[in-house]
């Protein structure tokens, strides 16, 4: 079975910088095709679930308007490692963060995942 574990989450005063990490154990790509794709999603209290960030086996990366320009998705094939590298954080990021998984290609905008991962609080203060 697959397993996403993430980490890296906390609390940042705007502005500040945080980097998450999701391991992952088990395949998660297309047996026929080798094709996954991963995605750091969002959730704050009230609001609906938000994705934030897409990276699939071919490199190809997707982001949300809110978030571009600031945040950066990543992967390390060898450690079966991915990451979402914050920047510039402002208050409104302030959210559970959740890396999710599926087989084939997808953007941010089209992807439903099979798998997803216990998430991570992000906390950005004023």
């Known amino acids: 079975q697959v397993k996403l574990v993430e980490s890296g989450g906390g609390s940042v005063q705007a502005g500040g910088s945080l980097r998450l990490s999701c391991a992952a154990s088990g395949v998660i790509y297309n047996p026929r095709t080798k094709t996954y794709s991963v995605g750091w999603f969002r959730q704050a209290p009230g609001k609906e679930r938000e994705g934030v960030a897409a990276?699939?086996?071919?490199?190809?990366?997707t982001y949300a308007d809110s978030v571009k320009g600031r945040f950066t998705i990543s992967q390390d094939n060898a450690k079966n490692q991915w990451y979402l590298q914050m920047d510039s954080l402002k208050p409104e990021d302030t959210a559970m963060y959740y890396c999710?998984?599926?087989?084939?290609?997808?953007?941010?905008?089209?992807?439903?995942?099979?798998?997803w991962g216990q998430g991570t609080q992000v906390t950005v203060s004023s």
């Open positions: 990276i699939d086996s071919g490199n190809y990366t």
């Open positions: 999710a998984a599926t087989p084939g290609w997808w953007t941010i905008a089209t992807m439903s995942p099979e798998y």
